[in-house]
C-alpha cells in the first residue's frame, strides 16, 4: 500500500510556472513507477507525464512535452511535476498515481493502483 498526498497546485497567469509535488508514505518509494494525470471540468482524465522507480526513464504527454519536467527524489519519497509555459487549457485538477511495477511507465490510468486526491491548477488568460 502507498499513500499519495500532491500539493504545489494554485493559480497562475499564462506564461507563468509552477512544481508540484507528491509525497508517498507506505512501501518503499523506488518500488513504485508514478505518473501525473490531469483532470478539466466536464473531460475524461488526462495522462500528462510517468517517471520510472528509479527515475532513469520517463515518457510524456505531447501537450506537455517541452514544457515540463518530471523528477524524484526516492530519498525524500517525493514526485515533482514543474511546469513551465502554463496555458489556459493546462487548468485542471492534478493527480499523482503509483504503479508497484516501477519499470512500466505508461500513459494508461488503469495500471495505476494508487491515487491521490488531486490539486487544482488554474491558468489565467
Known amino acids: 500500500q502507498v499513500q499519495l498526498v500532491e500539493s504545489g497546485g494554485g493559480l497562475v497567469q499564462a506564461g507563468g510556472s509552477l512544481r508540484l509535488s507528491c509525497a508517498a508514505s507506505?512501501?518503499?518509494?523506488?518500488?513504485?513507477?508514478m505518473g501525473w494525470f490531469r483532470q478539466a471540468p466536464g473531460k475524461e482524465r488526462e495522462f500528462v507525464v510517468a517517471?520510472?522507480?528509479?527515475?532513469?526513464?520517463?515518457y510524456y504527454a505531447d501537450s506537455v512535452k517541452g514544457r515540463s519536467a518530471i523528477s524524484r527524489d526516492n530519498a525524500k519519497n517525493t514526485v515533482y511535476l514543474q511546469m513551465n509555459s502554463l496555458k489556459p487549457e493546462d487548468t485542471a485538477v492534478y493527480y499523482c498515481?503509483?504503479?508497484?511495477?516501477?519499470?512500466?511507465?505508461?500513459?494508461?490510468?488503469?495500471?495505476?493502483?494508487?491515487w491521490g486526491q488531486g490539486t487544482q491548477v488554474t491558468v489565467s488568460s
Open positions: 517517471i520510472s522507480g528509479s527515475g532513469g526513464s520517463t
Open positions: 498515481a503509483a504503479s508497484d511495477r516501477p519499470a512500466l511507465v505508461t500513459p494508461y490510468p488503469e495500471r495505476y493502483g494508487y
Open positions: 507506505g512501501r518503499t518509494f523506488s518500488s513504485y513507477a
